[in-house]
């Protein structure tokens, strides 16, 4: 019964499986995390501020669905990363704790409303993400480029980050409706190195996901790319850096670097857990390959001190071409 409910959660008023492509997945023991990685439960008062007004306005935050570690720092701040177009995805990734199934029909009002929630939160930058939409003949780039172009309208000087889907499936010239909508950091993940793919992402192509963060830059060389990695699902230090290459080859301006950590039983194994030395040799190598800013460490995510990194990305532009 314990474990049930690790793996369920209720969408539309009915009991449904959370993840039913992985039911039939043998579960795995998790590791003991270490010390590094233990962080404390949310429970200050901007916590409970940043709530609130995410609940007011009915939207979603990968911080929740992902069962982000770091939600108890970010929200203290007022930092949320918005899920939008629903929380239900399309694909069955092997590492995500969102929610697989068939998606509900696209709020027209949610742009708005996200745009209305970042003006009351008073954000000096804001992360859009979503779910996969496969369903969709865009993928949801229109939908994510006017949430953009309504918080430019409601919250002029407001930087905007979005971290996409892949558009894999989507008709052509969907991602470039986002690019054209001018967010000020595109960000796709990458997520893991080639040969974890079947077993990790097995809906996406790792050679894809490098193309439109190069066709990004291709259309618009001033908009800000950034990657993800994830480390400690049995990879080798030579196929890391292999993944750095390939992105610095499509002009990826920032990576970030941090430790998996496995959400059930039923989700793919850790492998190991990096220690933060490690993770200190992985930025000053990232460095050495011409990155304009590497975030490295266990709990780095995506969206981590967002606001902070786009501040040294802008720095280090300017230093660069000073």
Same mark, same amino acid.
């Given at each position: ?20 492509? +992985? ?37 979603? =935050? ?20 918005? /899920? ?21 029909? /696209? ?42 172009? /309504? ?6 000087? =407001? ?57 990004? +830059? ?61 993770? +200190? ?31 040294? /990305? ?9």
């Amino acid at each position: 019964m314990h474990l049930e409910k690790n793996y369920t959660s209720k969408v539309n008023t009915d009991m449904k499986i959370r993840h039913p492509e +992985k039911q039939k997945n043998i579960p795995s023991s998790p590791m003991r995390k270490p010390d590094w990685l233990r962080v404390r439960s949310p429970g200050s008062r901007g916590y409970f501020e940043t709530k609130g007004i995410v609940d007011e306005f009915k939207l979603k =935050t990968v911080c929740e669905e992902a069962a982000c570690p770091n939600i108890g720092d970010c929200w203290m701040k007022k930092h949320a990363t918005f /899920l939008i177009m629903g929380d239900i995805c399309t694909r069955g990734c092997a590492f995500c704790n969102i929610a697989t199934g068939r998606p509900e029909k /696209l709020d027209p009002f949610e742009p708005l409303r996200v745009a209305k929630s970042v003006e009351k939160l008073s954000l000096k930058h804001v992360v859009l993400t979503s779910v996969d939409r496969d369903d969709l003949n865009d993928g949801g780039a229109e939908h994510i480029a006017r949430t953009v172009d /309504l918080i430019r309208k409601h919250s002029k000087l =407001t930087s905007i980050e979005v971290l996409t889907p892949d558009f894999l499936h989507a008709a052509e010239g969907s991602a470039e409706k986002i690019i054209r909508s001018k967010p000020d950091v595109f960000n796709h993940n990458v997520e893991t190195v080639p040969s974890k793919y079947l077993m990790v992402r097995p809906g996406a192509r790792y050679f894809s996901s490098l193309r439109l963060l190069q066709f990004v +830059k291709e259309l618009d060389e001033n908009i800000f790319t950034k990657s993800g990695l994830m480390v400690g699902m049995g990879e080798t230090h030579d196929e890391l850096f292999q993944v750095m290459d390939d992105l610095r080859s499509a002009n990826v301006d920032f990576l970030t670097i941090g430790q998996y950590l496995q959400p059930t039983p039923k989700h793919y194994p850790v492998d190991r857990f990096v220690d933060p030395e490690e993770f +200190k040799l992985f930025e000053k190598i990232a460095y050495g390959k011409g990155f304009l800013l590497v975030a490295s460490s266990p709990l780095t995510r995506s969206s981590f001190h967002a606001d902070e990194d786009f501040k040294k /990305l802008s720095k280090m532009r300017q230093l660069k071409f000073s």
